[in-house]
């Protein structure tokens, strides 16, 4: 499976920048829903972070997904690769 990663920083409560990768389909393009997965993701997280917007959440490249990586979409839809200051 070929695979969009869209490079995603988002500032925490405590004004560390998180980093973390959200996968999708390559082609699955609806912007909205792209920032709900990382709103999804960033739900489960114990502190506080800011929304997702453009200026956080960019396209990044296409790549092949891992068998993981293309369990994980078939499944909800995405995948998170956490980067930094992610926990």
Known sequence: ???????????????KIMHFDILVPSDFANKVDIFN???DYLSTKPFST???STK????CHMENATQEIENSINEKGYY????????
């Open 50 to 52: 800011k929304e997702l």
């Open 56 to 59: 956080e959440c960019k396209f």
């Open 37 to 39: 997965f990382g709103n």
């Open 1 to 15: 499976m070929k695979i969009a990663v869209w490079d995603t920083y988002v500032t925490r409560g405590d004004g």
């Open 80 to 87: 998170i690769i956490e980067m930094e200051n992610c926990n």
